[in-house]
């Protein structure tokens, strides 16, 4: 992969530092060549390396336990261009999930003690690199929010009964008036359109 591709592709994947922020980014980074197999990160592990994902296929892996049985959930499988590992350099916890490469994979890595430089060094371009990698975390939650909702509606008989459920696991949902809406909401604010089984 050449060095423009992977220039062009830092852009993409954080529009928020512009080409001037990847340049500066860049030689925090170093590069990664993932074989078929090879973990990137597990659950349970206390590392807070952030992966740019290029290139290749991912597959998420949760350990849980149902009556004291282990049992693994495969949430996900997503391709690159991506990132990976970015709440643990935020938050210092620990990894929520394993991912490995299910294919060859290009990767450029900011180890945490690299992002510990770029603090030092470049405290705005952390500052903004960090709150693109909050931006992308709010992101994500809403997307699962929403599948978990559109799921619970369109898995339901009926839109009354989806709607009984929904209000079982996300929260009572509620017909609002157009007097009441235009008082807890910005103007012209839909909201996210689900569809039950109904229509």
């Known amino acids: 992969m050449s060095g423009d591709s992977i ?9 928020q530092l512009g ?5 500066t980014l860049a030689p925090y980074l170093s590069q990664l060549s993932a074989k078929k197999g090879d973990v990137l990160v597990k659950q349970g592990a206390s590392d807070a390396d952030v992966y740019f994902l290029l290139s290749g296929t991912f597959s998420v892996f949760e350990k849980i336990q149902i009556d004291d049985i282990d049992m693994v959930l495969h949430t996900a499988t997503f391709p690159g261009p991506g ?16 991912v490995v490469a299910m294919d060859v994979a290009e990767c450029l890595v ?4 690299q992002f510990d430089a770029l603090v030092s060094a470049e405290p705005r371009l952390a500052i903004e690199l960090l709150k693109a990698f909050g931006s992308l975390v709010s992101d994500r939650q809403a997307a699962f929010q929403n599948k978990v909702r559109a799921n619970i509606l369109l898995e339901s008989p009926d839109a009354d009964l989806g709607i009984a459920r929904l209000g079982s696991y996300t929260g009572k949902a509620s017909k609002v008036s157009e007097k009441l809406g235009s008082r807890l909401f910005s103007e012209d604010f839909k909201g ?6 109904q229509s």
């Open 7 to 15: 220039r062009g592709q830092l852009v993409a994947l954080l529009p």
């Open 19 to 23: 080409s001037f922020g990847v340049d």
């Open 83 to 98: 990132i990976l590992g970015e709440v643990a350099v935020m938050s210092s916890s620990m990894r929520t999930a394993t």
């Open 110 to 113: 900011l180890t945490k003690d």
């Open 192 to 197: 996210v359109n689900y569809k039950s089984k």
